[in-house]
């Protein structure tokens, strides 16, 4: 017994949706990226160096080989906090 065109033809839009869902996700990631492929096993030296990167450059995975740092990047201060205030210490054992 042969299987109907029809009943194939569902299948067939199921899969160029995945096909076009999955093309629209790598085209995303890849602009997001700056062109360039995804990074994975992301330690903390990476996050900071990326940090440092977009700070240096605007985008997260630009990089400069400027050896000078921009006008204004002196300024343009990675903490978030500042630093800490250890006088209550001091205060409460005295």
Same mark, same amino acid.
Request: aromatic share 14%.
């Given at each position: 017994?042969?299987? %109907? =065109?029809?009943?194939?033809? %569902?299948?067939?839009?199921?899969?160029?949706?995945?096909?076009? &869902?999955?093309?629209?996700?790598? $085209?995303?990631?890849? #602009?997001? @990226?700056?062109? $360039?492929?995804? /990074?994975?096993?992301?330690?903390? #030296?990476?996050?900071?160096?990326?940090?440092?990167?977009? /700070?240096?450059?605007? =985008?997260?995975?630009?990089?400069?080989?400027?050896?000078?740092?921009?006008?204004?990047?002196?300024? @343009? @201060?990675? #903490? $978030?906090?500042?630093? %800490?205030?250890?006088?209550?210490?001091? $205060?409460?054992? &005295?």
């Amino acid at each position: 017994m042969a299987i %109907p =065109f029809e009943a194939l033809i %569902p299948y067939g839009i199921i899969l160029a949706m995945f096909g076009a &869902t999955g093309a629209g996700l790598s $085209k995303f990631r890849n #602009w997001q @990226n700056g062109g $360039k492929r995804a /990074r994975r096993s992301i330690d903390q #030296w990476d996050r900071q160096m990326m940090e440092r990167d977009r /700070r240096l450059t605007g =985008f997260l995975r630009g990089q400069s080989d400027a050896p000078l740092a921009p006008a204004g990047f002196e300024l @343009n @201060n990675p #903490w $978030k906090a500042g630093f %800490p205030d250890y006088g209550y210490v001091e $205060k409460r054992f &005295t």
